[in-house]
């Protein structure tokens, strides 16, 4: 058994287009995980005509499903970046939503998901089981068409995907790396929910006013959301890349779970905002961790109560658990927040002591 402490992270941030991440090497990242701009949903419009004239001349003949296909084009050229910088075994995570529209006076579902399901495994990816994520409104307009009338009616979208994806065959672990993974194991409960098909998350607030920005209105996922998926698919030391990075939902979710990140963005407003969310992760760390041990314990709590036997004990923290996989799993806690010319942002730890 050894317990091994992953020291210091780095969080880097690139103020460029990821649709050519130049500073970046064949195969050197294990992770990656965004939410890029929704083809179709009107806020990002102005996003796609930037980078193609196509999809300005389609919007303007409304013309939806030439614009539909200009904007994933590229997208495109994003995906197939991520496949070159992903290493062998390594998994791509995409959070996308369909997109409704009505273009030239015609009401219709733009089917992001499902394109991108199959731009991607056009690149060489491996389709595995995505998630469905829930979020519902209590919105009183968020019935569509003739509301009470029959026909003209439509079903309201209350859901996203976040696609699942191998780059190749199944990861192979170094020894230390197979250490690692051990020390990065999840309670048997937490894998009960995270890896079920069907999450119920509420979604983060879309509205922010940090001076600076260029856009009111962001594509985040809350951070429960990152951290889930940032420790399901990845282990400690590791590097993850969000080739959208946004307010740094991405690379919050790796500094706490002691992972690397990479961010790209073209907002340098918006980097900013990611920036000081970063560096603001220490006050965080302590209260997840605290979180995640006292739900196991009210969990193990419970099993006791009901006469059930848990026939294993955790060896760092002397606690019962329901696995042997779970024996060797251990946290760390962020010590320290050190930053270099706002690009470069260090994280040191200390083993967690409950």
């Known amino acids: 058994m050894k317990d091994i402490l992953v020291p210091e992270t780095s969080h880097i941030f690139h103020n460029s287009d990821s649709r050519k991440m130049d500073p970046l090497s064949d195969e050197s990242v294990n992770l990656v995980l965004t939410s890029p701009p929704y083809p179709m949903v009107e806020m990002w419009d102005d996003l796609f ?69 199959q731009a991607c495994r056009n690149f060489g990816f491996v389709s595995l089981p995505d998630i469905l994520w829930r979020k519902q409104t209590n919105s009183p307009t968020k019935f569509m068409g003739s509301g009470m009338f029959p026909v003209g009616a439509y079903v309201t979208y209350e859901h996203e995907y ?106 340098t407003g918006i980097l900013e905002i990611a920036r000081k969310k970063l560096l603001g992760a220490k006050g965080i760390s302590s209260k997840l961790l605290q979180n995640r041990m006292q739900s196991h314990f009210d969990f193990i709590a419970d099993r006791e109560k009901q006469g059930k036997e848990n026939s294993h004990e955790n060896k760092y923290y002397k606690m019962p658990v329901i696995t042997s996989q779970e024996a060797e799993l251990t946290f760390e ?22």
């Not at 698919?233 to 919050?252: A, E, M, N, Q």
Request: net charge neutral; hydrophobic share 40%.
């Open 333 to 354: 806690m962020v010590e320290s927040i050190s930053e270099k010319e706002n690009v470069s942002i260090f994280a040191q730890y200390s083993r967690y002591n409950h």
């Open 49 to 117: 005509k930037s980078w193609d004239k196509k999809t300005e001349a389609a919007l303007l003949n409304e013309f939806g499903n030439e614009a539909f296909e200009s904007m994933h084009i590229q997208l495109d050229k994003v995906w197939k970046e991520c496949f070159r910088v992903l290493k062998q075994g390594g998994i791509f995570l995409v959070n996308i939503g369909d997109a409704t529209r009505s273009i030239g006076g015609e009401f219709s579902l733009f089917s992001n998901h499902s394109r991108i399901l």
């Open 162 to 267: 976040i696609l699942v994806f191998r780059k190749g065959g199944l990861r192979k672990f170094s020894k230390i790396e197979t250490e690692l993974r051990r020390n990065s194991a999840f309670f048997w409960e937490e894998r009960n929910v995270w890896f079920s098909d069907v999450w119920d998350l509420k979604g983060e607030r879309q509205i922010f006013k940090d001076v600076g920005a260029s856009r009111e209105r962001t594509a985040a996922f809350p951070l429960d959301f990152a951290y889930r998926l940032v420790n399901m698919f990845s282990i400690k030391g590791d590097t993850v890349l969000d080739p959208f990075l946004g307010t740094g939902t991405t690379s919050l979710a790796a500094l706490l779970s002691s992972r690397n990140s990479i961010g790209y963005d073209l907002d």
